[in-house]
């Protein structure tokens, strides 16, 4: 093979992206400047949220988010095994315990019922996590009706990972508005929907919380009057509690500003390409994901017979195919199998796992990657 290796995800930089950095590198703030805050201003605008908290990265914003919860010692945290390791390792930051909920073999989301009947029983035996961390898998968002209601009723709040899915929209409404859960956190990495290379961002509708998250975000200071109890003159700053450096740089707030402006776009070419795949992959011998307007497409995952998953895998990638796998059961890293997680306890998640490929989809893709994709594909399962 001479032509280059096609990667599963990447971003789309533009001269305005490029230009917008620029700008800042000239400007007398390379970070805690002017763009910061807009960008905060116009994604949060942008999803319906009252305020945004920009962070280094969502890892960071689920540790600051599941911290402006009073996640502590002695609380468990619940999440989905089909996710990214740090939905998970956010938790076990503040000392609380982690426990996971089966998957939807529709969605690859949590699984709703699944997760009222572990509710139910985790009432009566006095065990109810104090969060639940629903992710949306792929870009497709999880019933947040579903499950807000079921936090509601028992008491539990609701942090949305949402890395995945800037720019989705659930039963019309995007998500990030909060309507369903206390905080909404979404990764701008350079394989999501936008980037700021490395970045994340925090939403929510509670002035508390996002208060709590912005003196996490930098050390646990404050310089607000309002929120200073010794004030010692104009220089004073005040620590209230221990918190860290998660601050995000104006470079990297400036691309997502000019990142943003061009979302509709991104969404629409992973829509069309999403659609691409389903038409064209029909008839093959493999699992597709079922369709989903409302999608962002951060991944287009398809599943093969599981006896012949990882030929199939290598024959894509000796064609220069940089196929993934999204993902490998969380319970099942050696760092969970250590607190007494095993094989077996998620059957849904890892029947899932054992069979799936995640295939190239992002904007740079383009018809003539696609195509070259899908003839690796037909080549492959041969
Ligand atoms: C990418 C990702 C994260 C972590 O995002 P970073 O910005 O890299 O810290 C968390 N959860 C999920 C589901 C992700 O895909």
Redesign the pocket.
Same mark, same amino acid.
């Given at each position: 093979m001479t032509s280059e290796v096609i990667p599963y995800g990447r971003q789309l930089i533009s001269a305005e992206d490029e230009a917008a950095v620029l700008e800042v590198l000239r400007s007398p703030w390379l970070t805690q400047g002017p763009a910061g805050p807009r960008f905060e201003a116009a994604l949060a605008a942008r999803c319906g949220a009252a305020q945004g908290v920009a962070v280094?990265?969502?890892?960071?914003?689920?540790h600051l988010a599941c911290l402006a919860l009073g996640v502590g010692p002695g609380d468990t945290v619940w999440t989905t095994p089909n996710?990214? &390791?740090? !939905?998970a390792n956010c938790a076990r930051y503040c000392g609380a315990r982690v426990d996971f909920v089966d998957t939807d073999p529709a969605t690859l989301n949590i699984c709703v019922s699944a997760l009222a009947e572990r509710l139910a029983a985790a009432a009566r035996s006095e065990t109810l996590p104090k969060v639940i961390i629903p992710?949306?898998?792929s870009g497709r968002a999880c019933p947040m009706d579903e499950i807000g209601a079921l936090a509601r009723r028992y008491g539990v709040r609701v942090i949305e990972?949402?890395?995945?899915a800037v720019g989705a929209t659930f039963q019309g409404a995007p998500v990030g508005d909060c309507r369903f859960s206390d905080i909404v &956190?979404? !990764?701008?990495?350079p394989?999501?929907i936008i980037t700021t290379g490395?970045?994340?961002m925090a939403l929510t509708n509670d002035p508390e919380l996002a208060r709590a998250m912005i003196r996490l975000r930098s050390h646990g200071i404050s310089r607000d009057p309002a929120e200073i109890e010794s004030p010692d003159g104009p220089w004073y700053y005040e620590q209230s509690g221990l918190g860290f450096n998660y601050r995000l740089t104006d470079m990297q707030a400036a691309l997502g500003l000019s990142q943003l402006s061009r979302l509709d776009a991104f969404l629409a070419e992973r829509r069309r390409l999403a659609e691409r795949y389903h038409a064209r992959l029909a008839h093959l011998p493999v699992g597709l994901p079922a369709p989903c307007p409302e999608s962002a497409w951060?991944l287009y995952c398809i599943r093969v017979d599981a006896s012949r998953r990882r030929e199939i895998f290598e024959r894509l990638q000796r064609d220069g195919i940089g196929v993934n796998v999204?993902?490998i059961p969380v319970h099942t890293q050696p760092a969970y199998k250590a607190l007494g997680f095993a094989w077996g306890d998620f059957p849904a998640a890892e029947a899932y796992y054992r069979e799936a490929i995640t295939l190239p989809l992002h904007p740079a893709l383009g018809d003539d990657g696609q195509d070259r994709v899908i003839a690796a594909l037909e080549k492959a399962l041969q």
């Open positions: 280094c990265n969502a890892t960071a914003a689920l996710t990214f &390791v740090a !939905s992710v949306h898998f990972d949402a890395s995945h &956190v979404f !990764s701008f990495h394989v999501k490395e970045g994340g951060h999204h993902y």
